[in-house]
């Protein structure tokens, strides 16, 4: 029952995404060009990544999850409601999925893939936890990075507009290099990449564009006109206790310490959590 309820997770989840390419194909005038292809490439991508769950678990979900959640974005910024359905469908498979993998790994019973078991987490609910945390606030950045480079001109001239208001020099450049560093952050915090130096990287970027936006100006509560300085710092608080933590099993670093005998210093960079119930 339980080997059931993950395949169909899966298979609902493609579906959801085939979906959405075949209403997306039928309504392809209505995406500018850019957005379009872009649209269609993680589409392809998240198909491959979920057919990839019926065979490994951990990096194909991450890479799913990255690429749903970006085509959910671009649909939704440009007003493409009708595909986006089906993908938010899947999306909602993924975080179903995550809960199972978590709960089944919590009470040992391991996932059989290909009539083998798979390799056991060995995380505690505590480390679960941690790691719901660390992925959705790197996914969180998946919203910001993809209107800057993915979603197409519209909302990328908004976009611009707004830094050329805060007096930021060449802003086309910078809303770009903003857009790279979001990305940064999804990979090295929502994927588990190197998370330790993406906890810094992210923690200083944020940081940097709290003082740009001259929020520390505009008082402490995120709802005063402009916004204060509560929420950013409050998410740079969250992203830098993954300097101390850094990823879990459940991240590519772990699968990448888990699987290769990797250097000293390269595992200082991943700081991966050990799962034996002292963290």
């Known amino acids: 029952m339980f080997k059931q309820a993950y395949l169909s997770l899966v298979a609902i989840a493609i579906a959801g995404m085939f979906l959405s390419l075949i209403i ?3 309504s392809i005038r209505k995406l500018p060009t850019d957005p379009a292809f872009f649209t269609v490439i993680l589409s392809l991508s998240a198909i491959l990544a979920l057919c990839m769950l019926y065979r ?42 995550f809960l199972y993998i978590a709960y089944q790994d919590v009470k040992q019973r391991p996932i059989i893939l290909q009539h083998r078991p798979q390799e056991m987490f060995n995380m505690s609910a505590y480390e679960w936890h941690l790691s719901f945390i660390r992925m959705y606030v790197g996914f969180d950045l998946v919203a910001h990075c993809t209107e800057k480079l993915f979603a197409g001109s519209i909302p990328f001239r908004a976009d611009v507009s707004a830094f050329m208001h805060l007096n930021v020099v060449d802003p086309t450049f910078f809303v770009r290099f903003s857009g790279l560093c979001e990305l940064a952050g999804v990979i090295s915090l929502g994927l588990g990449f190197l998370t330790r130096v993406g906890a810094v990287g992210t923690s200083l970027y944020l940081i940097i564009a709290t003082i740009i936006g001259h929020h520390f100006l505009k008082g402490f509560i995120w709802a005063l006109p402009g916004g204060g300085w509560e929420y950013p710092v409050m998410w740079s608080v969250f992203i830098l206790s993954y300097i101390v933590l850094g990823a879990d099993e459940f991240s590519i670093d772990g699968v990448l310490d888990k699987n290769f005998n990797l250097p000293v210093w390269l595992k200082r960079l991943m700081s991966v959590m050990e799962s034996d119930g002292k963290i």
């Open 56 to 97: 490994y678990i951990c990096i194909p979900f991450l890479l799913a999850t990255f690429s749903v959640l970006s085509v959910i974005r671009i649909l939704g910024l440009n007003k493409c409601y009708i595909p986006l359905i089906p993908a938010v469908m899947s999306l909602l498979c993924l975080v179903v999925l």
């Open 24 to 26: 997306l194909a039928f």
